[in-house]
């Protein structure tokens, strides 16, 4: 719960810095991946079940996302595909972010499985999204290459930085 900043009253919850300061490391990674290859993006899936406070924060401390889904936002899958074949047009590379969380905003998830901690079974938003957009950049004829990164375990099981161990 406090590593996703999501208690009422706080303005930072312990834990939030070093989720932040190592997503923007994978999101990194997924940038030097998508401008290394040819027409490829940088897909990193990031942990924020309900909010999307750690894919926005790393997000915005990398400076290199395209885009960033939370599942805060109302997502229109058709726009979203769109705008992304028209990024790769443009730069010949992208880096999306997008929180676990979307997987119920994204796909609609309506399961009623429970994990072993109690938490509701998300659709995977991550491959699904690989999935899809590898689908439209095929009907619309245009190469692409999906590098797929999911850091969360390693985002959760890091000592934390200097500010979070105080």
Partial sequence: ??????I?????????DTACTEASKAILSAYV???TNANCIGLV????RHCGFIAAHATLAARVVDVCLIPE?????????????????KKKHAVIVVAEGCGDTILHSDSAQ???????VLADVGPYLKDEITSHFKTLGLP???KYIDPTYMIRSV??????GL
């Fill in 159 to 164: 000592p934390p930085n200097a500010y979070d």
């Fill in 45 to 48: 899936k990031l942990m924020g």
């Fill in 8 to 16: 009422p009253l706080l303005d930072t919850s312990f834990g939030f």
């Fill in 114 to 120: 429970k994990d072993a901690g109690g938490n509701k």
């Fill in 73 to 89: 936002m109302n997502i229109s899958k058709d726009k979203l595909l769109d705008y992304v074949a028209e990024v790769m047009k």
């Fill in 144 to 146: 692409v290459s999906i």
């Fill in 33 to 35: 991946e998508s401008t």
């Fill in 1 to 6: 719960k406090t590593i996703d900043n999501d």
